[in-house]
């Protein structure tokens, strides 16, 4: 498996699924690797979460896995072992040998618990060995609960507990007797103090009942508090050079975290983390924002990125687009590319005139310079492509009046016309940079005779406003207006300036109204 995606999410639990199902919902392609085995496993039920209070926590993953899939989001079961640089994205290295490609990088691969090596704790832990009042104080309300002791973190911990119950002890497992201000501090919270060490969890049935200390004694609770190490699983990172720094509580060091910032993102461009792997204090909901906060990031990183990449495409389109190059592959592309019927709007305003010499501006197939013949024209067809002369050609020789077109290959823009020579001069959508642009068309109109006619029609801004396809350059096009302002009217007259519709079809076959922007003005 070698697959190319925007984003891979690494790790299915709320942070990766909230990440993911934002990128999916952007319509980005995303790709969930998830070994399947979640920190709050041990767990009944996920606690804080405004809406989902008391969702057990493989319910909560099972939506939001369908809620992915929904918005076309795809996932995987395994392990990633190793990730590396490749070329401008990250190749991951999977468990069962495959591998896959990303753009973008989010990891919310969460953390373990370390758990104090007591007898019978760990067979326990997510039932009545707890860590988190917020998470569980509810559930043990007035019950007894024991605070193992393991480091100095331990008061703090049997006085947060205290607001959940009024039958708190203070285990001292392995930590030394409270000194004469916290042990005021205990006596007058009416937390009870029990020397240690503990030796072993008392199980009755299948419920905690209690622990045994070293002296054989044994103390009757119903929950047992216990500090953990909280360790990141964060070996995938490795191989980008980025690795987990320690969080300390006071001046006790409580585990370690990815350090990132407000987003997630990493001192590596293109890797986001969420979750515990952040975060190792987040609890559920705080997780899933933090994931929808990192989705939201990696999406915009990935639009300024690409907005880059068509900037410069963009720039490289402008300066080929409309040279003799593109032009001939155009034509080459295709045995014909325009209708053989010819421009309406020279049809509309050439039909009256008294025929003359005209000048077909960038004739292509010949359709207007055979339409113009037909009618008794004498006409220069000039264009910059000579696989569109050819054709033009046999499309003039087809309908007999190859005698009376003149085909030239010439860029008007380096070889402009004679002044003053033509009766009639016809350019039909000649759309190129806005200063060429006003160069050429002063050279049209030059070309015009006295009493001549100046026939200019391009495709009105407004129809990118619509659902046709046109060629999204805005600077190409013009409005009839802006032509008009660069003729001096003591030498013409303006007698049409306008955007006119014109019915067409767009390509899912619905009827739309395009424009053509339309100048016709005669030289005095």
């Given at each position: 498996m070698d697959e190319t995606y925007d984003v891979v999410v690494v790790g299915g639990g709320a942070a990766g699924l909230s990440g993911a199902l934002a990128l999916a919902r952007a319509r980005r392609s995303v790709l969930v690797i998830d070994s399947g085995e979640p920190r709050n496993a041990p767990a009944d039920q996920v606690h804080n979460y405004l809406g989902r209070e008391g969702t057990p926590p493989g319910e909560l993953v099972a939506v939001g896995r369908a809620e992915v899939a929904g918005y076309g989001g795809q996932f995987r079961t395994g392990r990633v072992q190793a990730t590396t640089r490749d070329d401008d994205g990250f190749r991951l290295s999977l468990e069962d040998g495959g591998s896959v490609r990303a753009r973008r990088l989010l990891v919310a691969t969460g953390l373990?618990?370390?758990?104090?090596?007591?007898?019978?704790?760990?067979?326990?832990?997510?039932?009545?060995?707890?860590?988190?009042?917020?998470?569980?104080?509810?559930?043990?309300?007035?019950?007894?609960?024991?605070?193992?002791?393991?480091?100095?973190?331990?008061?703090?911990?049997?006085?947060?507990?205290?607001?959940?119950?009024?039958?708190?002890?203070?285990?001292?497992?392995?930590?030394?007797?409270?000194?004469e201000e916290t042990a005021e501090?205990?006596?007058?919270?009416?937390?009870a103090v029990v020397p240690g060490p503990v030796?072993?969890?008392?199980?009755?049935?299948?419920?905690?009942?209690?622990?045994?200390?070293?002296?054989?004694?044994?103390?009757?609770?119903?929950?047992?508090?216990?500090?953990?190490?909280?360790?990141?699983?964060?070996?995938?990172?490795?191989?980008?050079?980025?690795?987990?720094?320690?969080?300390?509580?006071?001046?006790?060091?409580?585990?370690?975290?990815i350090p990132a910032d407000a987003t997630g993102a990493t001192t590596i461009p293109g890797v986001w983390v969420a979750g515990n792997l952040a975060d190792l204090r987040g609890q559920v909901i705080t997780s899933a924002a933090a994931g929808l906060t990192a989705g939201a990031a990696i999406n915009a990183d990935l639009i300024t990125e690409e907005t880059r990449a068509a900037v410069t495409a963009y720039r490289q389109l402008v300066a080929t687009a409309f040279e003799q190059p593109a032009w001939e592959e155009r034509y080459q592309s295709r045995p014909s590319v325009w209708s053989g019927r010819p421009n309406p709007q020279l049809v509309t305003e050439a039909a009256d005139l008294s025929p003359g010499?005209?000048?077909?501006?960038?004739?292509?197939?010949g359709a207007d310079a055979v339409w113009l013949a037909e009618?008794?024209?004498?006409?220069?067809?000039?264009?910059i492509s000579t696989t569109a002369l050819g054709r033009a050609a046999a499309h003039a020789d087809t309908a007999q009046v190859g005698d009376r077109i003149e085909f030239t290959h010439a860029d008007l823009r380096e070889k402009p016309p004679a002044e003053e020579t033509y009766d009639l001069v016809s350019a039909q959508f000649m759309h190129l940079p806005p200063v060429q642009r006003r160069e050429l068309f002063a050279r049209l109109a030059a070309a015009v005779a006295p009493g001549g006619v100046l026939l200019i029609v391009g495709h009105h801004p407004s129809d990118l406003w619509t659902s046709a396809h046109r060629l999204h350059?805005?600077?190409?096009?013009?409005?009839?207006?802006?032509?008009?302002?660069?003729?001096?009217?003591?030498?013409?007259?303006?007698?049409?300036?306008?955007a006119r519709p014109r019915p067409a079809t767009?390509?899912?076959?619905?009827?739309?109204?395009?424009?053509?922007?339309?100048?016709?003005?005669?030289r005095r």
């Open positions: 373990t618990d370390e758990l104090p090596d007591v007898p019978g704790l760990a067979q326990r832990w997510g039932r009545e060995v707890l860590h988190c009042p917020y998470c569980h104080g509810w559930e043990v309300q007035d019950r007894r609960i024991g605070v193992l002791a393991t480091g100095p973190l331990a008061v703090h911990q049997a006085e947060m507990w205290r607001q959940w119950s009024s039958h708190v002890l203070l285990l001292l497992h392995d930590v030394p007797t409270p000194d501090r205990l006596a007058a919270r009416g937390i030796a072993e969890v008392e199980v009755t049935g299948d419920a905690l009942t209690g622990v045994r200390l070293a002296d054989g004694r044994v103390v009757a609770l119903d929950a047992i508090v216990v500090a953990t190490r909280l360790t990141p699983r964060a070996d995938l990172l490795a191989g980008l050079d980025l690795a987990p720094e320690e969080v300390t509580m006071g001046e006790h060091v409580i585990g370690a975290q010499h005209a000048l077909d501006v960038g004739s292509g197939e009618r008794g024209w004498r006409v220069t067809a000039a264009d350059m805005p600077d190409m096009m013009y409005t009839a207006e802006d032509v008009a302002a660069s003729l001096d009217p003591a030498r013409w007259e303006v007698l049409a300036a306008e767009d390509p899912n076959g619905q009827d739309i109204t395009l424009h053509d922007a339309v100048l016709v003005a005669r």
